[in-house]
């Protein structure tokens, strides 16, 4: 059988957990979430005509809440199971508030184009992260076309890129983005900033180490924003979701250097 996304996510978060010991608390935690997001995940799929028929794949379409709404506590519950304590105390004051504030919380949090998970607003942050299995399912069923342009925000969600990707072409290496709420990958150009669109070389720079040399940091010295993109030509076993996770000290050596991440990750850093 061929293991899904979830599972390959989940196995590579494992293994970096060895090879980088100083984010294995994150990764822990991830693998834990990700499982979470599976069984979300698969709701949809078992779900079969009658979740079909509520998801036509489009994202302009109203949020299906009478399929988001009864999963949503279990949710809560299980990531309180998990979580750090702030987030599970909120999750704990989440699963007891009405399904009214529920669907009020998961509607503006769908609508929001501009979002940005953070760890000091954790009820927003549960909404995103329940919601990215919707969103990849949907992302899956959508018959939007991915244009060849170079567009800044996903074609199918108009979310924001989490992480860049480099995979082989010819001779050379062709970068993608991926979204950060539907995991949609799209075509984009390497020497251009996805914040701003600086195509000037000497104003895009950036920044890699030994320690993580499949995974660096390209900035923009005119926004002052920073992305990571992960080299698939380094290392083939990468899943940019998770080693932009795992390697923390690109972060820090970004914010250090006044940069501002593009879109913080689903555990707000």
Not at 64 to 79: E, G, H, R, V, Y
Not at 175 to 204: D, F, H, M, Q
């Amino acid at each position: 059988m061929i293991p899904s996304q979830w599972d390959r996510r989940i196995q590579r978060a494992e293994n970096l957990e060895k090879t980088y010991p100083f984010a294995a608390e994150v990764l822990r935690f991830y693998r834990c979430l990700a499982g979470l997001q599976k069984a979300i995940f698969s709701r949809f799929e078992e779900g079969g005509a009658a979740a079909a028929k509520k998801s036509s794949g489009e994202f302009r379409d109203p949020l299906n809440l009478s399929l988001l709404l009864p999963l949503f506590p279990k949710f809560l519950s299980d990531l309180e199971a998990i979580a750090t304590k702030p987030i599970a105390q909120s999750a704990q004051e989440l699963c007891s508030q009405r399904s009214e504030q529920w669907q009020s919380l998961l509607q503006a949090t769908w609508g929001a184009t501009g979002f940005q998970p953070e760890s000091d607003q954790p009820k927003g942050l549960m909404a995103w992260l329940f919601l990215q299995p919707y969103a990849e399912y949907v992302a899956g069923r959508s018959g939007v076309a991915i244009s060849k342009g170079n567009q800044a925000l996903c074609p199918r969600c108009s979310r924001k890129p989490q992480v860049g990707v480099l995979r082989q072409e010819g001779d050379g290496a062709k970068r993608s983005l991926i979204c950060s709420l539907c995991s949609t990958e799209w075509a984009y150009g390497r020497i251009i900033c996805p914040a701003c669109a600086e195509e000037n070389v000497e104003k895009l720079a950036i920044y890699s180490t030994v320690q993580f040399d499949h995974v660096r940091v390209e900035g923009c010295d005119s926004c002052r924003h920073y992305i990571k993109t992960v080299d698939l030509t380094k290392n083939g076993l990468a899943i940019p979701v998770v080693d932009e996770l795992a390697t923390i000290p690109l972060n820090l050596w970004a914010q250090e250097h006044g940069y501002v991440k593009l879109q913080a990750n689903l555990l707000g850093i």
